[in-house]
């Protein structure tokens, strides 16, 4: 399974496509965070911060865990790994576990830049961690299902949409929406515990609910939906 495992994270982070999503999408997000926060009243810095924060993680992660289950089917890796005994469960397994850290380390590195910056205090920051957790779970396991239901990489950019278009507005207009019906919205959960302040416990005793319940919606969805080679 170690074996395993070290193959599907070299796939992740290797290629020029998957190595800017990765690497260069929370670069890219910090420093939008810091330039379009210059200026901008001291709550919609926080905002404008937690939103680069969270978001990241669908331009970086989701995309490139997708295409990696996408590009294991069509090279074979996935028959392969059938054939030597690994089921849907081993393999989405293996695939939460190299995609979620990566997630979570996405928004770490936008958050840890934005708090250096002073934009975010230390209760914010710690919320904020929490919600980028719990985001990266829901994210990982989404970029898998957009995967398994796409044949090839042309169908992706598609059926990768929907969702990322969803997550982003959730993110984007957290503030409109109010904390509670943003954590309701796939991906809105990092974005709503981060907006809702150290006083909100039952905020965050169902955003746990909800972000374990839609990771499960999704891994489930793909077990069914599972095919190990292009043929089906």
């Known amino acids: 399974m170690k074996t395993v495992f ?66 294991m089917r069509s090279n074979g890796s996935l028959l392969w790994l059938f054939d030597r005994g690994f089921r849907q469960g081993r393999i989405l397994t293996i695939l939460m576990l190299v995609g979620a850290p990566l997630a979570f ?9 934005v708090y250096a910056s002073g934009i975010i205090t230390t209760d914010t920051m710690g919320l904020a961690i929490l919600g980028a957790l719990l985001e990266s779970l829901g994210v990982s396991a989404a970029g898998i299902l957009v995967g398994t239901i796409s044949r090839d990489v042309a169908i992706l950019q598609w059926a990768s949409l929907p969702l990322l278009l969803l ?7 957290a ?21 809702a302040g150290a006083g909100q416990s039952a905020l965050l005793v169902v955003a746990l609910v909800i972000a374990v319940g839609w990771s499960l919606v999704f891994l489930v969805a793909s077990k069914k939906m599972w095919s190990w080679s292009d043929r089906g």
Not at 105 to 113: E, I, R, T
Not at 185 to 191: A, K, L, N, S, T
């Open 6 to 71: 070290r193959y599907v994270l070299s796939m992740v982070v290797s290629g020029r496509i998957n190595r800017l999503m990765i690497v260069g999408a929370p670069v890219l997000a910090l420093a939008l965070a810091l330039w379009m926060g210059s200026g901008a009243d001291p709550a919609v810095k926080v905002q404008m911060s937690l939103s680069m924060s969270f978001i990241v993680q669908l331009f970086g992660a989701y995309m490139a865990l997708a295409g990696v289950v996408v590009t």
């Open 105 to 113: 380390a996405q928004s770490l590195f936008v958050l840890l830049g």
């Open 167 to 173: 997550g982003a507005l959730a993110i984007n207009l």
């Open 175 to 195: 503030p409109a929406f109010g904390a509670t019906v943003t954590a309701l919205v796939p991906f809105g959960v990092g974005m709503a515990i981060g907006l």
